[in-house]
């Protein structure tokens, strides 16, 4: 499974924020001592080392929540003053910086696999987006999924709402494309457009130009009798026959 650093919680005209979820840290933490007391309460004492085992494992969940609850990240984004402010670290002092959208080094799109959660443990491939700063190793992840489209979609968006460089890093180089040009066509920079080419329609069709809209409706020729298809049939059958 793969999940973001942080979660979009504000999408407005001029500013956009993301932030990790202390609440879902909570419930987390909330069920891991459920399923602690649960343990120590049902299973027998003449258990012995299970009864342990079992509470010590339940025990994990809650230290892992208690470190959620008091983790924070932030990114809050100022598009009217191109300024991006991240909040990261454990309370009482997490750090702080704010850094100019103008320097980012571009939001960038990567792939990897992941365990799908199955009983097959077979891993899937996963679209990271990501917000990154030079000097950061990943960056911000700020949009996970295990749809490829939506991958795509989503790093396109937050490039031309940025206003800063996409870049595919899912191959063997990162390709890097100005956010300006990512509506353009996908086509080989000046060669210009090749006619569409129809194949020769079949002896009889018939076209019509309907009276509304200029529309028009091709009428193929019924099909008939044709002797390469029937020897073809036919010689096929004679090896299945002797097959």
Request: charged share 25%.
């Amino acid at each position: 499974m793969a999940s973001a650093d942080v979660k979009l919680r504000l999408d407005g005209p001029t500013r956009i924020v993301f932030a990790h979820a202390p609440l879902s840290a909570a419930w987390f933490t909330l069920i891991g001592v459920g399923f602690t007391w649960a343990c120590w309460r049902f299973i027998p004492i003449e258990e012995g080392i299970v009864r342990w085992v079992f509470v010590g494992f339940c025990s994990l969940f809650v230290v892992v929540g208690v470190f959620g609850i008091f983790w924070r990240h932030e990114l809050d984004i100022d598009l009217t003053r191109r300024r991006a402010r991240t909040v990261r670290g454990f309370w009482p002092a997490p750090k702080h910086s704010d850094r100019g959208l103008d320097e980012a080094d571009g939001i960038w799109l990567t792939m990897d696999y992941r365990s799908s959660g199955s009983k097959k443990k077979r891993k899937v491939p996963w679209w990271f987006v990501s917000l990154k700063f030079p000097g950061e190793k990943k960056g911000t992840r700020i949009f996970v999924s295990r749809d490829e489209t939506e991958g795509f979609k989503k790093w396109e968006h937050y490039a031309e709402r940025l206003q800063i460089d996409a870049v595919d890093a899912t191959g063997k180089e990162p390709q890097r494309k100005s956010w300006e040009t990512l509506d353009e066509k996908l086509a080989s920079p000046g060669r210009e457009d090749q006619p569409v080419r129809a194949p020769t329609p079949p002896s009889g069709t018939v076209i019509r130009t309907r009276s509304n809209r200029g529309w028009k409706e091709v009428l193929l020729p019924a099909p008939g009798f044709s002797g390469g298809l029937v020897f073809l049939v036919m010689f096929g059958g004679a090896f299945a026959a002797f097959g």
